[in-house]
């Protein structure tokens, strides 16, 4: 009798383990919009990442102060840390630029760092020094806007379903599952494009998170191999965007991405006009690309970190000009990516029945958008 209620207390575990339960429809309906916070004058979470932000320059430092003050004032759970570097660039001489990567981090309550596998979400937050003036709104403002709403969107889900397991004895049951954040600076080159001229910030991160281990016996040797899936945004924001799966080894991820988007359009959720789907390649079998397209990837991936890489080929029209600027963006577009993610974290931290009902004043400003 004991050896059978052992086996099933085991079974009872690897179920566990295996456990991804996607939304459901009712639960995806209800995941909010950010509505006026991506508004690109106003919005409290886009508009202020909408300014020239080249690393060094008080317009970055104003940028990270945004995402502090975000943070702590709305979502003071999660932990914000920085990571700092300086180099030499080939457009600024001898004089070292300064790097902040912002590591913004949201573990179950119980856990040790060394024992916490993080979905991270990836984006560069600096712009690139020229054409002076530019803003770089899908390049990368608009991606660090999408996370920072996907964030909010599943705080308090998180916290439910954290309480629930410590309410019911079964923490320490299941693999323990984090969110992080990475914000990264210097990705862009200042002069032109080299391994040396680009990835300022996504280059030292990732050394020296390789670098530096967790405690003894932990699960994760260090803080990268604790990065159980890298997702990285870029030149996201225009219409009707066109996003390859590149790396064969996350195609399944590629897959529960897509099949979110599909499942948003076909509840008739999503805003933005399209003629297909943003990410058409669900049946692809045949991959060719090694390291796809160069971006902050590149470091952690050539360590072994699991990456999807969330970039259009082609790259938006407005890429790397002035016309990169909040006005060039699609709002509808922007919505539809910030949900898309929102639900891809829900489904890979197992949120399906903690997310909050939505308050009854915006059911009832959906009822009567829906009248007009
Ligand atoms: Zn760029």
């Given at each position: 009798?004991?050896?059978?209620?052992?086996?099933?207390?085991?079974?009872?575990?690897?179920?566990?383990?295996?456990?991804?339960?996607?939304?459901?429809d009712?639960?995806?309906?209800?995941?909010?919009?950010?509505?006026?916070?991506?508004?690109?004058?106003?919005?409290?979470?886009?508009?202020?990442?909408l300014?020239?932000?080249?690393?060094?320059?008080?317009?970055?430092?104003?940028?990270?102060?945004?995402?502090?003050?975000?943070?702590?004032?709305?979502l003071?759970?999660?932990?914000?840390?920085?990571?700092?570097?300086?180099?030499?660039?080939?457009?600024?001489?001898?004089?070292?630029?300064?790097?902040?990567?912002i590591?913004?981090?949201?573990d179950?309550?119980?856990?040790?760092?060394?024992?916490?596998?993080?979905l991270?979400?990836?984006?560069?937050?600096?712009?690139?020094?020229?054409?002076?003036?530019?803003?770089?709104?899908?390049?990368?403002?608009?991606?660090?806007?999408?996370?920072?709403?996907?964030?909010?969107?599943?705080?308090?889900?998180?916290?439910?379903?954290?309480?629930?397991?410590?309410?019911?004895?079964?923490?320490?049951?299941?693999?323990?599952?984090?969110?992080?954040?990475l914000?990264?600076?210097?990705?862009?080159?200042?002069?032109?494009?080299?391994?040396?001229?680009?990835?300022?910030?996504?280059?030292?991160?990732?050394?020296?998170?390789?670098?530096?281990?967790?405690?003894?016996?932990?699960?994760?040797?260090?803080?990268?191999?604790?990065?159980?899936?890298?997702l990285?945004?870029?030149?996201?924001?225009?219409?009707?965007?066109?996003?390859?799966?590149?790396?064969?080894?996350?195609?399944?991820?590629?897959?529960?991405?897509?099949?979110?988007?599909?499942?948003?359009?076909?509840?008739?959720?999503?805003?933005?006009?399209?003629?297909?789907?943003?990410?058409?390649?669900?049946?692809?079998?045949?991959?060719?690309?090694?390291?796809?397209?160069?971006?902050?990837?590149?470091?952690?991936?050539?360590?072994?970190?699991?990456?999807?890489?969330?970039?259009?080929?082609?790259?938006?029209?407005?890429?790397?000009?002035?016309?990169?600027?909040?006005?060039?963006?699609?709002?509808?577009?922007?919505?539809?990516?910030?949900?898309?993610?929102?639900?891809?974290?829900?489904?890979?931290?197992?949120?399906?029945?903690?997310?909050?009902?939505?308050?009854?004043?915006?059911?009832?400003?959906?009822?009567?958008?829906?009248?007009?």
């Amino acid at each position: 009798m004991a050896a059978l209620l052992l086996r099933f207390f085991l079974t009872l575990c690897a179920l566990r383990v295996a456990a991804y339960t996607p939304l459901s429809d009712k639960t995806l309906r209800n995941l909010p919009g950010a509505g006026g916070d991506f508004d690109i004058k106003t919005g409290s979470i886009l508009a202020p990442i909408l300014i020239p932000r080249v690393p060094g320059t008080p317009g970055s430092l104003a940028v990270q102060e945004h995402f502090v003050d975000w943070f702590s004032t709305n979502l003071p759970k999660w932990n914000v840390e920085f990571q700092n570097s300086t180099s030499t660039t080939p457009a600024t001489g001898e004089r070292h630029v300064p790097f902040a990567n912002i590591i913004i981090t949201r573990d179950p309550p119980w856990t040790k760092p060394g024992d916490v596998g993080r979905l991270a979400l990836v984006a560069h937050y600096d712009s690139k020094l020229t054409p002076v003036g530019f803003i770089g709104a899908t390049d990368s403002a608009a991606p660090c806007a999408m996370i920072m709403h996907a964030a909010r969107s599943v705080d308090e889900a998180l916290s439910k379903k954290w309480d629930a397991m410590q309410a019911e004895g079964s923490i320490g049951l299941d693999e323990e599952k984090g969110v992080q954040i990475l914000f990264l600076d210097g990705e862009e080159a200042f002069l032109s494009w080299t391994d040396s001229d680009s990835l300022y910030g996504a280059r030292s991160l990732a050394e020296q998170w390789d670098s530096t281990p967790h405690a003894a016996m932990s699960t994760y040797h260090t803080a990268l191999s604790s990065i159980t899936l890298f997702l990285l945004l870029d030149l996201l924001g225009t219409s009707k965007p066109h996003v390859p799966s590149y790396f064969q080894t996350t195609h399944w991820a590629y897959q529960n991405l897509a099949g979110i988007e599909s499942r948003l359009r076909s509840l008739g959720i999503t805003q933005s006009t399209s003629d297909g789907n943003f990410l058409p390649e669900t049946d692809k079998s045949v991959f060719h690309n090694s390291w796809g397209v160069q971006d902050d990837h590149i470091p952690f991936m050539a360590r072994g970190v699991e990456v999807l890489h969330v970039i259009p080929t082609p790259f938006p029209h407005v890429w790397h000009t002035m016309a990169d600027d909040g006005e060039h963006l699609d709002i509808p577009t922007v919505e539809d990516w910030a949900k898309i993610v929102t639900a891809f974290v829900g489904e890979w931290m197992d949120l399906e029945g903690y997310f909050p009902e939505p308050p009854k004043h915006a059911r009832r400003d959906q009822d009567r958008k829906t009248e007009l």
